[in-house]
T-cell receptor, first 112, second 114 residues
């Protein structure tokens, strides 16, 4: 979507390796989010950020860390990838509560 | 905690049929409610929203009414098209939380046949 890009779009990695996914926005929004999408679970929040260096955990944060050193970039790191982390990962930005999210196009991650 | 429950899919309809996708919610406060649509291979897009009781959100022929008494936000469309085939997600957020976090339902896949 215009204003928010995710990279890479696809990645295959081996169990036990670290992986970093990147979310980049050009909208200068304060709030950014990482979700994972899995069949039967919908979208579940991993971590979110409410400003540079300000982050907090979501409902499924175990095994993940995030960093936000600049307003425009929000990085998600799988410290030691496991097969259970095979998923589609979406980044989102929010203007404020009632406006809804703008989502990136997603990263499909496969851990083998 | 807050939660969103959607009807199980997939829903398969013929073109021009009437669509209803049920969504109910549990919330401690006064949430804002949303429907998102996801086309194959893409991210989610905001379809419509309602921010207070009795509000009706509408977009592209889809409608949903915020019913506080039944804690529901059902999605409807009078005449579906093949191009409406997608996965639909109901979601809520609590505006007073200050975190702007959203809670999503599990999604309902719609398939429209020509």
């Amino acid at each position: 979507d215009a204003g928010i890009t995710q990279s890479p779009r696809h990645k295959v990695t081996e169990t036990g390796t670290p992986v970093t996914l990147r979310c980049h926005q050009t909208e200068n929004h304060r709030y950014m989010y990482w979700y994972r999408q899995d069949p039967g679970h919908g979208l579940r929040l991993i971590h979110y950020s409410y400003g540079v260096k300000d982050t907090d955990k979501g409902e499924v944060s175990d095994g993940y860390s995030v960093s936000r050193s600049k307003t425009e970039d929000f990085l998600l790191t799988l410290e030691s990838a496991t097969s259970s982390q095979t998923s589609v990962y979406f980044c989102a930005i929010s203007v404020q509560d009632n406006y809804g999210y703008t989502f990136g196009s997603g990263t499909r991650l496969t851990v083998v | 905690g807050d939660s969103v429950t959607q009807m199980e899919g997939p829903v398969t309809l013929s073109e021009e049929a009437f669509l209803t996708i049920n969504c109910t919610y549990t919330a401690t406060g006064y949430p804002s409610l949303f429907w998102y649509v996801q086309y194959p291979g893409e991210g989610l897009q905001l379809l419509l929203k309602a921010t207070k009781a009795d509000d009706k959100g509408s977009n592209k022929g889809f409608e949903a009414t915020y019913r506080k008494e039944t804690t529901s936000f059902h999605l409807e469309k009078g005449s579906v098209q093949v191009s409406d085939s997608a996965v639909y997600f109901c979601a809520l957020t609590e505006p007073t939380s200050g975190t702007y976090k959203y809670i999503f339902g599990t999604g309902t896949r719609l398939k429209v046949l020509a």
